[in-house]
């Protein structure tokens, strides 16, 4: 009697075992790496406000804009660089000096204001482009017409 209660208590142990080890096996193969993977890339857009179509030499256009995405990673930096295509302005955001084109510049909200400054008698126009360290970008472009100050 007491060899078949050894027998048992060996049989349960062993039973436990590998009952134990087939759990084991069963929660690592269904969880598998990218089940674990947290989300940390989100595309985005950016929303601007309509912006005037015509602009004198000195004036300056406020072009408010705001990023938005489907989801939120705080590790998410977004930056932003200019290219002048025709005439000559300056683009600065918020009352930082000019932005020099073609150098990223770090944006440390969301929801910012660019002003572009007319330093030009013809039609000028611009491209932005916003990234994101997770490889997005958007393009934004802009034309602005030259307008005659005090041509009637």
Same mark, same amino acid.
Request: charged residues 20%.
């Given at each position: 009697?007491?060899? /078949? &209660?050894n027998i048992?208590?060996?049989?349960? +142990?062993?039973f436990? *075992?590998?009952?134990? /080890?087939?759990?084991?096996?069963l929660?690592? @193969?269904?969880?598998s790496?990218?089940?674990? *993977? &947290? ?7 950016? &929303? ?7 602009i *004198? ?6 072009i $408010?804009?705001?990023?938005? @995405? +489907?989801?939120?990673?705080t ?5 932003? $660089?200019?290219? !002048? +295509?025709?005439?000559?302005? @300056?683009? $600065?955001?918020f ?11 770090? =944006?440390q909200?969301k929801e910012?204001? =660019? ?8 039609? !000028?126009s611009?491209? &932005?482009?916003? *990234?994101d360290?997770?490889?997005? !970008?958007?393009? /934004? ?12």
């Open positions: 009697m007491k060899k /078949l &209660i048992t208590k060996r049989g349960l +142990s062993i436990y *075992a590998f009952a134990s /080890l087939f759990l084991i096996e929660c690592l @193969s269904s969880c790496e990218d089940e674990l *993977a &947290i989300t940390k890339n989100f595309p985005f857009e950016i &929303i601007v406000m309509p912006v005037q179509k015509d *004198a030499n000195g004036e300056t256009v406020e $408010r804009c705001r990023i938005t @995405s +489907s989801g939120s990673y590790g998410t930096r977004y930056s932003i $660089r200019y290219f !002048q +295509s025709d005439g000559k302005g @300056s683009l $600065r955001i009352n930082d000096p000019a932005m020099k084109p073609n150098d990223l510049y770090p =944006l909200e910012f204001r =660019l002003y572009y400054t007319s330093e030009s008698t013809v039609s !000028q611009f491209d &932005i482009w916003v *990234a360290n997770m490889g997005n !970008q958007q393009k /934004l472009s802009f034309e602005f017409n030259h307008q005659n100050v005090g041509v009637l």
